[in-house]
């Protein structure tokens, strides 16, 4: 039908006025008038808190080493299609924060659900977040304590608000292009032992090392912002720092900022679950970190960007996952045990259970493709997945390039591939007991993901 009445308009006012009046997709090679906006605010807490991230920390934070922000990117195509990108140097959020934020853009500023896409840094140097999905069962906060948490987070989901929508009043002509460089100290921390997977360095084992840029120019060639990515976990700090930090991926912005005075540098973080920058420990090797990735960052804008072009092409979908769940004698004898973790999680387990009858049987986990037309494919996964699901996507879709992002939408789990949920260890399952879920993810986790990656694939193709 669609073809038909293409081809009798093509006949009358021919093909170019059809494809700029009607804006069938498939035009995806010409350049697009594009419009950009870029907003920053500083979410650094402003008491005393109990940081996230680690099990092993006996008090609350003591001062600020470099700030935590929160950043947007909003980009609108030729036919008014908007896409916010929203950037925040946080551990980890819930998925009703970002639907919040994503509701806010769509009656404001009519940014469909699919034009949102919310990332956290990972940096275990912020605070805890409200329903963190590790917060009852990792964090002994007191009832003061919890107050503190409560307050902060009423405070950024305002910030939040306002930074999307700064963004987006912020919107003005622009170029977008795109490049790549690479950056080394992102290193695979499962290290096989006789005893299963250690966390330990493993320089052997599969990483990423692309650094993705996005960079955004006035319609002069004037830079404005970079979006640039990395897979790695932003724990450079460990559990012995208790000044807030925005970790590697903070000092990587802050770098590249101070490098080119008036340019917003925003961090969203790609499949990194199972990465570590190594070594690690202390301010040194964190700042030193953020210096190496800033430097990838300039290096992949020496050469000339790809024009990216649109339109935007948009999909957002829930994917089912199931869980392996804990039988009711396993959590009595975790409850009975003396991990304090494990029994922390049973105790809260068996109150569901006896409540509900049951436990949850699978999670859905928000899956997001962004493609800008046949120039660049973006690729949002949620939790915390591990590098496999970057390499997977890279090896299946990466004709053109393919971003691939981790921590988007909902940060509530470690998201392993079949091969690491089959290894086991930390990122297979072994996490699973600081967090309520009601045990480790089903086999077969890897392939329901990928069946809807290419289901959405198919979905926004620009030649559809
Ligand atoms: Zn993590």
Redo the contacts with the bound molecule.
Sequence with gaps: MRTNYVLQVCWLIGTWAVTSMLNVPGRGDEPTNWRAGVADVVITPQESIWMA?FGGRTKTSAGVLNDLHAKALALEDSTGTRLVILTTDI??FPRFLRDEIAQQLREKHQVTDAGFLMNCS?T?GGPVIVDDFEMDVIYPLTADQKEVVVRYFATLREKLKQVTDAAVRDLRPAKIGYSSARCGFAMNRRLPTKNGYSNSPYPAGPVDHTVPVLRIDDPNGTLRAVLFGYAC?N?SMVSDNYRITSDYAGFAQDYFEAGHPGVKALFMIGCG?DQNAYPRGTEELSSLHGRALATAVDAALLPAAQSVTGPLRLALTDVSIAFDRMSKEQLLADQAGKDPFSARRAKILLKILEEKGELRAAYQFPLQVIRFGNSLTMVAFAG?TVVDYSRRTQREFGNTPVWVAGYCNDVFA?IPSDRVLAEGGYEGGG?MRYSVHPGTFAKGIEQSIFDQVKLLMRQTDPAK
């Design positions: 991230g551990v980890a990972h275990h976990h724990t679950g915390e470690y996490a």
